[in-house]
């Protein structure tokens, strides 16, 4: 059957965030200054994580590693996560909604 033939869902979709990638990141407009301060706030927010975060108990063989710490009277908690894509490809993920894929998870989900 010819729709057989050329139906390919998976490759649509990668053509589409390969796309994003490629052509509408690199346009994007430049951080504006109070973009620029909450990238800073996240850096400290990273280094204290580091050095004063203490691993939750039994977490460490979880995906996710989650730190609690105390600081003046509060109670800090963080996470961090390895993601095994790249950047660039995690932020197209949000912004290419309309692919196969969501269709047939919601197909799946939904029915």
């Known amino acids: 059957d010819i729709k ?3 139906h390919q869902p998976d490759v649509i ?3 589409r965030k390969r796309h994003f990638v490629k052509k509408v990141m690199p346009n994007a407009p430049q951080l504006n200054p109070a973009e620029e301060r909450m990238l800073k706030n996240l850096g400290d927010l990273e280094s204290a994580l580091v050095k004063k975060g203490k691993r939750v108990k039994g977490t460490y063989k979880e995906a996710v ?3 609690l710490w105390r600081e003046g009277g509060k109670v800090w908690a963080a996470y961090s ?3 095994d894509i790249s950047a660039m ?3 197209a993920e949000p912004f290419e909604l309309d692919t196969y894929e969501n269709q047939r998870q919601h197909l799946n ?3």
Request: charged share 40%; aromatic share 16%.
């Open 89 to 91: 490809s995690m932020f």
């Open 65 to 67: 590693d989650k730190f």
């Open 109 to 111: 989900e939904e029915g």
């Open 13 to 15: 979709d990668e053509r």
């Open 4 to 6: 057989q033939q050329f």
């Open 81 to 83: 996560a390895i993601v």
